[in-house]
């Protein structure tokens, strides 16, 4: 029983290690994980992935057409991820186009609005880093914290239970 809880702790604190890793740390180097929504850049970036996308300059120096880009729709909430289709440097606005998408979108986008460059995807981790951002998500992460805690006492209590009973057992008669 003891290997039981004392593996199923390690595999708990293993898949929250790889969560953190995945979700959480690349944001320390100007990285941000982003859930891909719509079906607009398949095949490259599918639905329901995690879209790992890079900080970038808001003057435009780094825009290159044909490279992939992410950036709020003018309403500055929305994110999109398109690939740009011409860089208008002295208006400073790029046109951009879903890969999936038959049109060009309608709107320019200017350079201010550019977020990021995306670096890589992870297919169905979007619905992963979804379902933990949710209440339940959150709910769940918690329950996996204090199941590694209750595990490590409790193999912490067999363990000193297993040594009370090899010293009773090692008491010489008289």
Not at 16 to 31: R, W
Not at 85 to 105: F, M, P, Y
Not at 113 to 141: D, N
Request: charged share 15%; aromatic share 10%.
């Amino acid at each position: 029983m003891r290997y039981v809880c004392k593996w199923l702790a390690i595999d708990i604190c293993a898949v929250l290690a790889l969560l953190t890793l995945l979700l959480v740390a690349p944001g320390l180097f100007g990285i941000h994980p982003l859930i891909v929504q719509s079906r607009s850049m398949e095949p490259v970036y599918p639905a329901g992935s995690l879209l790992y996308v890079r900080d970038t300059s808001t003057d435009g120096s780094d825009l290159a057409e044909g490279e992939p880009v992410t950036f709020f729709l003018p309403d500055l909430e929305t994110l999109v991820t398109h690939r740009i289709v011409s860089v208008d440097r002295k208006q400073q606005v790029i046109h951009t186009k879903g890969d999936a998408n038959e049109l060009a979108d309608e709107i320019t986008t200017p350079f201010s609005s550019v977020t990021g460059l995306p670096l890589f995807c992870i297919p169905y981790l979007g619905y992963v880093a979804e379902c933990l951002s949710g209440t339940f998500g959150k709910f769940c992460i918690f329950l996996m914290v204090i199941l590694v805690f209750f595990l490590s006492w409790l193999d912490g209590a067999m363990h000193h239970a297993q040594n009370k009973v090899q010293k009773i057992d090692i008491i010489p008669k008289k």
